[in-house]
């Protein structure tokens, strides 16, 4: 049997915090500003995408403390037992002198109006804690979800490059509260499953995994939070209600990443961020999307299997995943079951997920000897966002010059992520030519028919799926890496 906590706990800055009321819908921006008045961390969209509301979050990794930058606009209270939250507020240096971080901001010129200043400090911060040192690049990656309506991007990156010069991390005051902060999250993580209120504003944090599926199994109308990346938005832009929720996210269990000599397996609950060494590695194919899906604040709290498990047609991992032929192991109390990816996206907003099943992990053979393999992301800006058309091609060609395997999968071309089975069947048995190439792209219509939005018109999306097959096969018959560098 489970005990049972009425209460969530979590340290905010140098203090501990014991919240026994807690809405599902309660979001950390909302709760800083208007309960605790720490207003440092702006609202500039509240959707997760300006940064103006970055904070830190930490969290326990075996004896480790992890400090990860988050967006607070679209992150909920519920999902904060058992970390250290790290705010503005709290940044510090000697003597009661500005922070490393802050001082070279402002001997920099890095504040314009000053309204965004704060979140880039905070992302800056991670990083300087991770690498005071940092490279212009690694500084680019790390802003990638801050915006400045200033335009103030030069002094702040020249800032990012001379917060070294300040101060290291070993003499920050949050590095020298490590251990003590260890020790009061270990306390707090004692082994009880959390709840809080009744019906629509139910929370519960599960004790383990297996405490989740039992859960789950039998409250199958709650909704699972994880990164609440996109369920934080039901919120602050649609006002949805929620509740009852189950938070996830700090389910150890489901941080797990398994590699053997064929496959990864990559657990639901592993961040984006988390997967980058295992994708660098193993698929090094995906460096430059993973580098695109939204900005680091996101890409550290998004997960892999929450990406998948809301089916939308425009999510970044399902047309690479089911181009390599992934498979989804779904989770319902003790039973599980093993499922194609593709399988799994049935229509728009239906997925093949029962009542109380939950998606646990996902597997992804490594790339055969041989195959060649590319992923493309059309989107309106480079950096920070939501794809107009994903498109990942699989391809194998003999020594004869002929196509023995062909597979094509697309993300915002239908209403799910589909592969393109006409296009792929006519290419097998023919020779990797230019000519084929330009006989199979009209097959594109035969397999979607996309559909006119914000982001693209179903023309646009037909050309640029067409296009795309075409800068495929210049790259794998020996173009140059500047023709992928070059074309978006």
């Known amino acids: 049997m489970v005990e049972i906590a009425n209460a969530i706990r979590f340290l905010l800055n140098g203090e501990e915090v014991t919240l026994t009321d807690v809405p599902p819908d309660l979001t950390l921006l909302d709760w800083l500003r208007l309960e605790r008045r720490l207003r440092g961390s702006k609202e500039g969209c509240a959707e997760g995408d300006c940064g103006a509301c970055t904070v830190l979050v930490g969290r326990l990794m075996g004896d ?3 400090y990860d930058s988050v967006t607070a606009c679209i992150r909920f209270v519920g999902s904060l037992h058992g970390t250290h939250l790290v705010t503005i507020e709290h940044l510090r240096g000697e003597n009661g002198q500005l922070h490393p971080v802050q001082q070279a901001m402002v001997d920099h010129h890095g504040s314009q109006c000053g309204f965004c200043t704060p979140g880039f400090v905070m992302s800056l911060y991670g990083l300087w804690m991770r690498n005071p040192d940092p490279s212009r690049s690694a500084i680019e990656k790390a802003l990638q979800g801050n915006l400045c309506r200033c335009t103030g991007y030069a002094p702040i990156i020249r800032a990012g490059e001379a917060m070294g010069t300040y101060g290291q991390p070993q003499g920050d005051p949050l590095w020298a509260e490590r251990i003590a902060v260890a020790g009061k999250l270990k306390a707090i993580h004692d082994g009880r499953r959390v709840e809080i209120g009744e019906g629509d504003r139910r929370i519960i944090i599960p004790a383990s995994l297996d405490d989740f599926a039992a859960l789950y199994e039998a409250n199958p109308e709650a909704r699972i939070v994880a990164g609440s ?3 934080g938005l039901w919120v602050t832009k649609f ?14 269990e489901l941080k797990r990443i398994a590699e053997n000599a064929s496959e990864v397996r990559f657990y639901a609950g592993v961040s984006y961020s988390e997967a980058l060494p295992v994708i660098a590695a193993s698929f090094p194919e995906l460096n430059e999307l993973w580098d695109r899906i939204a900005g680091e604040q996101i ?4 997960t892999i299997g929450g990406n998948i498990a809301n089916g939308s047609p425009i999510g970044d991992t399902p047309p690479p995943f089911i181009a390599l032929g992934a ?22 907003g239906e997925q093949d997920r029962q009542p109380g099943e939950f998606v646990e992990s996902v597997t992804v053979p490594l790339l055969p000897a041989g195959e060649k393999f590319a992923t493309y992301k059309i989107s309106k800006r480079r950096e920070e966002d939501i794809s107009a058309l994903c498109g990942a091609f699989r391809i ?4 004869a010059g002929t196509v023995g395997m062909a597979r094509i999968a697309f993300g915002g071309m239908a209403a799910t992520p589909k592969r393109a089975k006409a296009v792929e069947a ?3 048995g023919k020779p990797w030519t230019k000519e084929t190439i330009e006989n199979v792209s009209p097959l594109f219509a035969e397999d ?8 693209a018109s179903a023309q646009y999306r037909m050309l640029a799926a067409q296009n795309l097959l075409k800068r495929f096969f210049l790259e794998t018959s020996g173009q140059s890496e500047r023709l992928k560098r070059e074309v978006a």
Do not use: C
């Not at 319902?332 to 194609?340: A, D, L, S, T």
């Not at 194998?396 to 020594?399: A, G």
């Open 64 to 66: 480790e403390i992890v």
């Open 396 to 399: 194998f060609v003999n020594d």
């Open 229 to 231: 990346t996109d369920v």
């Open 426 to 428: 006519a290419l097998l």
């Open 299 to 302: 890409r550290n709290m998004g």
């Open 448 to 455: 979607f028919q996309p559909i006119s939005d914000m982001r």
């Open 327 to 348: 498979k989804l192991d779904l989770r319902r109390g003790e039973h599980r079951r093993e499922i194609k990816l593709e399988d799994y996206f049935l229509a728009y």
């Open 239 to 252: 006002m949805r209600n929620i509740g009852p929720v189950i938070f996830i996210g700090h389910l150890q």
